[in-house]
């Protein structure tokens, strides 16, 4: 093994991510992929990668890592945090190396949740079914990251990006999303309720969908809706009222109504909110 990082300490959370798997929700395997898709392609295109190379999302800080073999090019993108190379501040945004026996650290975030750890050639453990993505509703993929875990690291290519380093997002103030009405916003009483709401974030939010405290959201209807394709921003509305927008490892069928779809260029923001945010709706006309 030429090039790798040795796990010595995961936070919350770290899991492996790409784009996830395409095509198959017919067989009903999600595509999970990288919360904030974004913010993966933008460690990519930093380090010459493919679009879709595999890199570590870091929920709410709290990685250590050591460059084993070769040296690697890394970045660190998404939510904004500390990023040393063995106790040196390199901040995030920007490309760094790190030499072999390097430690690179993570610490939390000033705002937002998720980071992602991009390392030139791309993360690489074995792919399942198409993707190295970790999808935590269905165990697909590679287990989340422990102490003593050994990622292989791709070889990189021969070209090097034009830009080292790019603004970083603010992530922080209000957060207004984007969303569509319905298909299913007649089988609550009044779905106006949700954009009239600054609804909170819960602690009971992950990867599959962002759970939202506010007032409950009647249902108008006592038969029960039959199973439905589900997608990536859909606002799903369970019997206690209290909304739940999908997120990338949400199932791909459900059977409570959806009375809102947030639009697609929106839900890399929504996946960023830690709990205790507060978070609006917009109506806005299906594009």
Not at 252 to 271: E, K, S
Request: charge should be negative; hydrophobic fraction near 40%; charged fraction near 20%.
């Amino acid at each position: 093994m030429s090039r790798a990082l040795r796990v010595h300490a995961v936070g919350p959370e770290a899991l492996v991510e790409d784009l996830g798997r395409r095509g198959l929700s017919g067989v009903g395997v999600g595509r999970s992929g990288a919360a904030d898709r974004a913010a993966l392609r933008q460690a990519n295109r930093l380090l010459a990668n493919q679009e879709g190379a595999a890199a570590i999302e870091v929920t709410f800080g709290g990685l250590d890592v050591e460059v084993v073999g070769e040296g690697s090019w890394c970045c660190v993108t998404g939510a904004p945090c500390p990023v040393t190379v063995d106790g040196r501040e390199v901040g995030s945004h920007t490309v760094f190396f790190a030499e072999p026996g390097a430690r690179v650290r993570l610490g939390a975030p000033t705002a937002g949740l998720r980071s992602y750890l991009g390392v030139r050639g791309g993360v690489e453990p074995e792919d399942v079914l198409g993707s190295r993505s970790s999808d935590v509703m269905s165990g697909l993929g590679p287990a989340p990251l422990e102490v003593g875990t050994v990622l292989p690291v791709g070889c990189p290519g021969e070209r090097f990006s034009d830009l080292d380093t790019v603004v970083a997002p603010d992530l922080s103030g209000e957060v207004v999303l984007r969303a569509v009405r319905g298909p299913r916003d007649g089988w609550v009483a009044d779905a106006d309720l949700l954009v009239a709401t600054a609804w909170t974030v819960t602690d009971r939010s992950n990867r599959v969908g962002m759970r939202l405290g506010g007032p409950p959201l009647a249902h108008a209807r006592d038969d029960q809706l039959p199973s439905e394709g589900a997608w990536r921003g859909a606002v799903q509305v369970p019997p206690d009222g209290e909304p739940v927008l999908f997120l990338a490892d949400h199932p791909v069928t459900g059977g409570y109504p959806v009375v809102a779809v947030v639009v697609d260029a929106d839900v890399d923001r929504a996946a960023q909110l830690r709990p205790g945010d507060t978070v609006r709706f917009c109506w806005v006309e299906a594009p």
